[in-house]
């Protein structure tokens, strides 16, 4: 199964003349006119319709298959939430009509505000950042320009755990300011004397994710929090991992003081093939006026933008609009469906499907990383022994279920654990899904035991088999030259 | 219970698996003085039918006025089959191609996409999407100061021509790391050849200085054409590297990044929402860049190479990660992960639908009506034409009165009449943005000049 290229597919002169107008002549200096035309591909609709059908059949999603990404929360996209946000209407609006203009959609963005405040416990929310990297950078900033703004310039460290996301110190260097880790205990847990040891007078703030990427809550957050905010530093959450915490724990009763929410991943915005994310950032009392901006406000019963002139301490804007305004529709539309007591079953199922999961298959045989904790909303198992007494490591299961019609966990993340599977069901998935996938990890432990070289060979079935990365980086080949 | 399937007979089974009471005992590792019991400030929950008939209401409201602004977000037709496809569950719903094996369509594409846009700009390499083409030039900043070797001043040249929204983005983005950001005038005076553009001559002051980069914008924030082949010239002969922001539409008809000047730029970047894309009220969009090969590993974001698979069979593969966060950590190009993937599967397919003469076409006939446009708005008393040098399909106009009263009076008569610059740009007075794509029709366009007759006629508020 394979498709080629679109431009095999192109003949000079042939176009789908009624997706544009007819010709005129363009009014261009001769200096500035383009010479030579660009290598776009002249194909017929139905060729172009035809090719990117194609392609997509050649890809896994949720709509097609188990995806148990852990750290992704690849849960059920509801196609009402796209159907909803692709009114004409919303899709017709011009960022910068006037807010007179566009009631209809301030509404239903102050509305989100209020219900992200409301779930995670904070007292502002910007949704302007375009990711969960871009919400760490806004949340970084605004730990930043807090110090600035009390003129404690010294604080330019911040604390990572070793477990955390490679985007946590990415964004810490990002922001001017450099990266302080510290390691995680046997039991998953955060090593707080080496916390102590960590914090001072230079400590900005630290970034948690809770319940962290090894798939258990940090039992000592309220000491942590103490810790940190006894020595001036200020706390970050790193939402990736809300789904598991939903209704049940919030990150404001915590004590952190700011936090970024992934809403492609707890409010099951799609992840269309690697974005578009929005990753809307939530702030304590402390940290109110650094907000990015826009935001929208909401006065005698009318909306508006909120912007320098109401937040003249804000850390700017982060995008040229309001970020990814399509996908905060999208979010809102599953909020309004969820409603009150929806909330917390995502976390109560997304934790069910878990752990189950979870003892199934250490009943099976299987080393879970943190055996004697509860799983979070995902969990880690760890293949190190098969690895070392068959030859056959993480990767090598990974490409196995891809086979067996599964898309794999996440792999070698994180990085403490080796040869591991990080696997995060979400609570759309049905027991009868997550028995069959048990069941296929069983019969790969099998074919690993009998012969490890068919293990170590796949994928057999999918387009290509495992593919040279090594190549990929040494000969580049990044665009088609005919 | 939406979304969540389980029975009651599952749960009972599940829970006894477990060896857990209760579906609340698998949080019992949460401190007891931190669990919430209700989320009382959540409306209660709506059916689709519900939910369905609030989203109608809230966007009947909105209505669909007449749009004539641009500054950015293009309002142009876009073929059913680009959404019909994009919004196929395995584009809508598929992931980052970590699994290259099982991800090969969205991979194809993104080699097919990169392959487009490096020959749009007229460049040799593409990444596989930024956010949007604001923070693309936050990007571009940065990598510049990653990229010249030589030079040690983070300092860029930002002509004041430049959209400013995406100044101000790249100063929130980029000045943590110690960047610096110097404006360049326009050319202002009456009767000056080329009003309204960026003069060479006006970079004279920084000869001989530490520059990182210069930035141009093509067309710039005014719709005008900027001299990009002097600017891009004065850039290299002062040892600064040369930023492109474009308008990927415009570059089926003028010159790419890659041929200005005698070398071309070293980085070009844009928002790519013109291809494909709808407005949506500023989102998601997504912003490109593209580079020469000597700096692509300088680039940030995903980028996609094709090599071979153990059968010697041709396939497609994230590559160069070692750029990444996920692998540098701290010492990454960037912090971006998640990035634009389906905005950038609607410009692929939107790209193959138009091809070269689409595109042409398109910009041509959207450079004609913004034309028309101007004719038929300076003919009313009180605005005039602000600059009248070549130009794409933007126009700057100067009224007799403040631009924001004339904005909300032209709403109330269902036109959205463009973008106010005044608060942005002063000098230039009661200035107003205007732009007319090539679904602005010459009855569209009459009505515009005739709601604008009206509201020019009443008294001053």
């Known amino acids: 199964m394979s498709e080629p290229l679109i431009f095999t597919h192109s003949r000079p002169g042939r176009s789908a003349p009624g997706q544009y107008p007819e010709a005129v002549a363009a009014d261009v200096p001769d200096n500035l006119r383009r010479r030579k035309r660009a290598a776009l591909p002249e194909v017929s609709e139905l060729q172009a319709v035809r090719h990117f059908t194609r392609l997509s059949q050649l890809n896994f999603s949720i709509d097609t298959h188990f995806y148990p990404l852990g750290s992704c929360t690849m849960k059920y996209n509801p196609r009402a939430c796209n159907a909803f946000a692709m009114l004409p209407e919303f899709l017709g609006r011009h960022p910068y009509g006037p807010a007179s203009a566009g009631q209809g959609f301030l509404e239903c963005m102050y509305e989100l505000q209020e219900m992200l405040k409301e779930v995670t416990g904070m007292k502002g929310v910007s949704l302007t950042p375009m990711a969960g990297a871009q919400g760490e950078f806004a949340g970084v900033a605004m730990m930043r320009a807090y110090h600035k703004a009390r003129n404690d310039l010294a604080r330019t460290e911040i604390i990572v755990p070793d477990a955390a996301h490679g985007t946590n110190p990415a964004t810490a260097t990002m922001c001017g300011c450099t990266v302080v880790e510290i390691p995680s205990l046997a039991n998953g847990d955060i090593d707080v004397d080496a916390l102590k040891q960590a914090v001072g007078p230079k400590t900005a703030g630290i970034m948690l994710t809770n319940p962290s990427t090894l798939g258990v809550f940090e039992r000592r957050i309220k000491e942590v929090a103490q810790i940190v905010h006894e020595a001036g530093g200020l706390l970050y959450y790193d939402g990736a991992n809300l789904n598991a915490i939903l209704g049940k724990v919030r990150p404001g009763d915590m004590g952190f003081d700011v936090i970024h929410m992934n809403l492609h991943k707890t409010f099951s915005t799609p992840h269309g093939g690697g974005g578009p994310g929005s990753g809307a950032v939530g702030v304590g009392q402390r940290l109110l006026p650094f907000m990015p901006i826009p935001l929208v406000g909401k006065d005698n019963e009318k909306f508006r933008w909120l912007d320098e002139r109401d937040l003249p301490q804000s850390i700017g804007r982060l995008s040229a609009f309001m970020g990814n305004a399509g996908v905060l529709l999208r979010a809102y539309v599953y909020m309004r469906m969820l409603g009150r007591h929806g909330m917390h079953r995502v976390a109560e199922f997304a934790a069910l499907n878990a752990n189950y999961m979870l003892a199934k298959l250490k009943k099976a045989g299987f080393d879970a990383a943190y055996p004697e904790r509860r799983a979070s909303h995902e969990f880690i198992i760890t293949l190190k022994r098969q690895a070392r007494d068959l030859g056959v490591n993480a990767m090598d299961f990974a490409k196995r279920l891809l086979d067996y019609g599964f898309h794999a966990p996440t792999t070698y993340f994180p990085l403490l654990v080796p040869e591991c599977l990080l696997i995060e069901p979400t609570e759309t998935e049905t027991k009868q899904d997550l028995d069959a996938f048990i069941d296929a990890l069983v019969a790969i432990q099998a074919e690993a035991e009998q012969d490890a070289a068919k293990v170590k060979g796949a994928p057999y079935t999918l387009p290509v088999r495992r593919l040279d990365d090594v190549r990929a980086a040494k000969q580049l080949d990044l665009t088609y030259q005919p | ?461």
């Open chain 2, 1 to 461: 219970m939406p979304f969540i399937p389980h029975t009651e007979a599952d749960v009972a089974e599940m829970l006894a698996a477990i060896g857990a009471s209760s579906i609340d005992a698998l949080f019992d590792e949460i401190p007891a003085a931190l669990r919430i019991q209700s989320l009382a400030g959540i409306p209660d929950a709506l059916t689709e039918m519900q939910v369905g008939r609030l989203m109608q209401s809230r966007a009947q409201r909105d209505g669909r006025p007449l749009n004539f602004i641009g500054a950015g977000a293009y309002e142009h037709h876009i073929p059913a089959a680009v959404w019909a496809i994009v919004s196929r569950g395995e584009f809508y719903s598929a992931y980052t191609p970590y699994q290259a094996e099982a991800s090969q369509g969205t991979l194809q594409l993104l080699y097919e996409y990169q392959t487009m846009m490096a020959s749009l700009t007229g460049m040799q390499v593409s990444n596989a999407s930024l956010y949007d083409g604001a923070s693309a030039l936050a990007e571009a900043c940065l990598m510049a100061v990653r990229a010249h070797r030589k030079s040690k001043s983070a300092r860029i040249l930002v002509p004041a021509a430049v959209n400013p929204i995406y100044l101000e983005v790249a100063r929130a983005i980029a000045e943590g790391q110690n960047l610096k950001f110097d404006i360049v005038p326009f050319a202002m005076g009456e009767g000056e050849p080329g009003k309204g553009t960026t003069q060479p001559s006006s970079l004279e002051q920084y000869r001989g200085q530490d520059i990182t980069a210069v930035v141009v914008q093509q067309p710039n924030f005014f719709g005008l054409l900027e001299d990009v082949d002097a600017i891009t010239d004065w850039a290299h002969a002062n040892n600064a590297l040369a930023i492109a922001v474009v308008n990927p539409l415009s570059l089926a008809i003028l010159k790419p990044p890659g041929e200005w000047g005698a070398k071309g730029v070293d980085i070009a970047v844009g928002d790519g929402q013109p291809l494909g894309v709808p407005m949506s009220s500023g989102g998601p969009y997504f912003g490109f860049m593209t580079t020469r090969m000597e700096h692509v590993r300088q680039m940030p974001g995903r980028i996609i190479g094709r090599t071979l698979d153990l059968d010697g069979k041709p396939g497609f593969t994230l590559t160069l990660q070692a750029r990444e966060q996920h692998i540098r950590r701290s010492k990454a190009t960037s912090n971006i992960c998640t990035n634009q993937g389906l905005l950038v599967t609607a410009a692929t397919i939107h790209m193959s639908l138009l091809g070269s003469t689409g595109l042409e076409n398109v910009a041509a006939a959207s450079q004609q009506q913004t034309r028309k446009l101007v004719e038929a708005l300076t003919r009313i008393k009180g605005v005039k034409l602000a600059f009248s040098g070549p130009r794409f399909h933007e126009a700057v106009l100067q009224l007799d009165r403040n631009v924001a009263g004339v904005i909300e009076a032209l709403a109330k008569r269902n036109v959205i009449g463009g973008f106010d610059l005044t608060p942005r740009y002063p000098e230039l007075g009661n200035a107003l943005l205007v732009c007319a794509t090539e679904m602005r029709t010459d009855e569209d366009i009459a009505t515009y000049a005739a709601a604008l007759t009206q509201v020019m006629a009443e008294a001053m508020s």
